[in-house]
């Protein structure tokens, strides 16, 4: 399967759900979601396409448009292509459906971007903090409108 093929499987599959899709290369694509559809995008991909693969889960602040994105990487152990997903999401209130349902390593990834950008997964199994220390919960720090965002005084130690 190339990913050609791929991408006419999704967008044919789900013709409304799925927009800007394109192939990067021979083996990367990348397409948004309505976010409504992901979970089931998300199934289809891996039951119909072989993507068996989460690769990661994070989220991205588009503060001049007013919106979030939950990008997802996925992949595959049976073809080369990886696929780029992305769902845009309202800033004042970024939710979206779980995924840890279709891939089960969905729930640390998961777990982290709600953390750190504020973006809801309902119907998560353990939506719990994971990162951040107690003081900082629900102060969204990756967050483009985060108070100390950017530290220009931070250097690399390494």
């Not at 777990?111 to 994971?130: A, D, Q, V, W």
Request: include cysteine.
């Amino acid at each position: 399967m190339d990913v050609t093929e791929i991408l006419k499987s999704l967008t044919d599959a789900f013709p409304e759900a799925i927009f800007e899709a394109a192939a990067e290369s021979e083996i990367r694509a990348r397409a948004y979601v309505d976010k409504e559809k992901a979970k089931e995008v998300c199934q289809y991909l891996k039951d119909s396409l072989q993507f068996d693969h989460l690769c990661s889960v994070c989220g991205v602040d588009y503060i001049k448009r007013n919106e979030l994105e939950v990008v997802y990487h996925i992949a595959s152990y049976n073809h080369p292509v990886v696929l780029t997903l992305k769902a845009r999401l309202p800033r004042d209130n970024p939710e979206i459906e779980s995924i840890v349902s279709v891939y089960w390593n969905a729930n640390w990834y998961e777990r982290e971007t709600y953390e750190l950008f504020g973006i809801l997964f309902k119907n998560h199994p353990n939506l719990k903090p994971l990162v951040l220390p107690e003081d900082m919960l629900g102060e969204w720090p990756l967050r483009k409108d985060y108070k100390g965002f950017p530290n220009k005084t931070a250097r690399n130690l390494v």
